[in-house]
C-alpha cells in the first residue's frame, strides 16, 4: 500500500492520533467535488497534530491522487491495490440491514473490501475509527470498530432530503413513496448512527436534526472548509463580464439539475426584461441528456462541463448564485464564492447551515420574483455587490477557513484518542 515515512514530532514526544479514515473516494484537489475539497482541506490542516491513514472503498483512477494526499497522510489506500492477476471478483455479500432503497445499490462499494478494510485496522491499530457518507454508516457495525472509539461522519442527512420531496409529490402514491423512503432512511440512520462513539455535522441544523431524530446526544460540528488563500489570491478585484451569471456543480447530483432548471424557467426570464443580456454560466460535470437538450437552444444558458479549477469563471462572473431547493449539509460552492469576494444570491435551503446574514454578506430569496429582483438589484447597485461579496469574504476568513476549522476540531480527536493535546 502506498505509505508515507512516518513523520516525527518537532514538538516534543506527545502522543499524535491515529486515525483510520474511511470514505468513498480519494480526496483531491484541485478539480474535486465539494465532498471531496471539504475533506482534502480537512485533513491537510488537520494533519499539523493527527497522523491520518485514508482509506477509500472506490478504485482511484488517478495516482496522482495518492500522492497529492501522501504528502501529508501517512497512507492512500483503495480497493485497486488488492488486485493481482490471478485474483477474482470479490463477491458482494448480503445487503445491510435496513440499507434504503433511496441509497440504491451504494452499500456494494464497500461491502467487498470487508476484509480488507479489518486488515487495515489490524495493522494500523488506529486510535480513532473515522467512517465518512451516510452510505458508509453500516460499516459501523460490519468492521472491527471495538478496537476503537469510532466518528461517523454525516456530510448529508438522507431524512432531511426525502422529507424535502413532499411538497412535490403531486399523487397519493408519490406521497406513500416519500413516507417509506423517509421511514427507511431516519431508520438507517438512526440505527447506525446510535453505534458510533461520535457523530459529525456539517453545520448547527445538522447536528439538532440528528440529536432529536437519532436518539444521540452527542453530535458536533465540523463545518466545510477550504483554504481560503488559494481562492483569494487568484485575481480578487478583476473585471467582470457584465451581466454573467455563475453557478456550479455535479450535474449528477439531482438537486442541482432541479435548481438549474428551476432558474432557467423562473428566475432568468424575470432577469432578461430588465437586462436582456444577461446569461448563466454554469460549470459541472455529468449533465444528464435531457437537462442539456432543454437548454441547448437557450442562448442566455452556457454550460462549461467539468473543469479542475473554477477560479478563473468565478472571478469572469458579476453575481453567483444557489438557486438550490433540496439538500442538507452546506454547499461548499458558497465558499468558494465568498473567498472571492463575490456577491452571492441564494434560496434558503441553499445558503443553510452557513452563518450567513440576508442583506450583509448574501442575498436570500426563495421565490422567483424575489430571486430575480435580488439579482437586479446586484447588477444595478456595484456599490453594493462590492459591499457584500467583501462582507463575505471577512466572514469565511473568519469562520470556514481550513486552518481555523482544524483548530477547533482537533480537541475532538484528542479527547476520543484519550490523549493530552500537547502537540500545538
Not at 38 to 60: G, M, N, Q, T
Not at 244 to 273: H, T
Not at 319 to 346: D, F, H, N, W
Request: glycine content about 4%.
Amino acid at each position: 500500500m502506498p505509505e508515507r515515512v512516518k513523520r516525527t514530532n518537532a514538538d516534543g514526544p506527545a502522543k499524535r492520533p491515529r486515525v483510520l479514515y474511511i470514505t468513498i473516494n480519494i480526496p483531491y484537489f484541485p478539480g474535486g467535488g465539494g465532498t471531496y475539497i471539504r475533506e482534502y482541506f480537512l485533513l491537510k490542516s488537520l494533519s499539523r497534530w493527527i497522523d491520518f491513514y485514508v482509506a477509500a472503498v472506490i478504485e482511484c483512477p488517478d495516482p496522482s491522487r495518492k500522492e497529492r494526499l501522501l504528502e501529508f497522510c501517512q497512507m492512500a489506500w483503495s480497493p485497486d491495490e488488492d488486485r493481482h492477476p490471478e485474483s477474482v471478483k470479490k463477491p458482494v455479500g448480503i445487503k445491510p440491514a435496513f440499507y434504503p432503497d433511496c441509497l440504491h445499490d451504494n452499500w456494494k462499494f464497500a461491502a467487498p473490501h470487508i476484509e480488507s478494510l479489518n486488515a487495515l485496522i489490524k495493522s494500523i491499530k488506529p486510535d480513532i475509527i473515522q467512517i465518512e457518507h451516510t452510505q458508509n454508516a453500516w460499516l459501523v457495525e460490519r468492521l472491527d470498530t471495538a478496537v476503537a472509539p469510532t466518528i461517523l461522519t454525516f456530510h448529508d442527512i438522507w431524512t432531511t432530503r426525502q422529507l424535502q420531496y413532499w411538497s412535490q409529490a403531486t399523487s397519493l402514491r408519490k406521497k406513500l413513496r416519500v413516507v417509506r423512503h423517509s421511514l427507511e432512511s431516519l431508520r438507517y440512520e438512526r440505527m447506525y448512527g446510535r453505534k458510533a462513539s461520535c457523530l459529525v455535522a456539517m453545520s448547527i441544523p445538522d447536528a439538532r436534526r440528528m440529536n432529536r431524530w437519532f436518539g444521540h446526544s452527542n453530535a458536533v460540528v465540523i463545518p466545510s472548509c477550504i483554504d481560503v488563500d488559494h481562492y483569494a489570491s487568484y485575481h480578487i478585484g478583476q473585471p467582470a463580464k457584465r451581466h454573467r451569471l455563475f453557478y456550479s456543480g455535479s450535474m449528477g447530483w439531482e438537486p442541482n439539475v432541479e435548481a438549474v432548471f428551476w432558474f432557467v424557467k423562473e428566475v432568468l426570464p424575470r432577469i432578461s426584461e430588465k437586462y436582456p443580456d444577461a446569461h448563466l454560466l454554469i460549470v459541472g460535470g455529468d449533465v444528464p441528456p435531457e437537462l442539456g437538450e432543454s437548454l441547448k437552444d437557450n442562448p442566455a444558458v452556457q454550460f462549461a462541463g467539468f473543469v479542475p479549477d473554477v477560479r478563473q469563471f468565478i472571478a469572469e462572473s458579476e453575481v453567483c448564485i444557489v438557486p438550490l431547493k433540496k439538500g442538507s449539509g452546506t454547499r461548499l460552492k458558497i465558499l468558494e464564492y465568498m473567498a472571492m469576494q463575490k456577491p452571492i444570491v441564494s434560496t434558503r435551503i441553499g445558503a443553510e447551515g452557513i452563518d450567513v446574514t440576508d442583506g450583509q454578506d448574501i442575498l436570500l430569496a426563495d421565490e422567483p420574483e424575489a430571486f430575480a429582483r435580488a439579482v437586479i438589484s446586484l447588477f444595478k447597485d456595484p456599490e453594493l455587490a462590492c459591499r457584500i461579496g467583501l462582507d463575505a469574504r471577512n466572514l469565511i476568513m473568519q469562520r470556514y477557513d481550513a486552518e481555523r476549522v482544524a483548530s477547533s476540531a482537533k480537541e475532538l480527536y484528542f479527547k476520543l484518542a484519550d490523549v493530552s493535546d500537547k502537540i500545538r
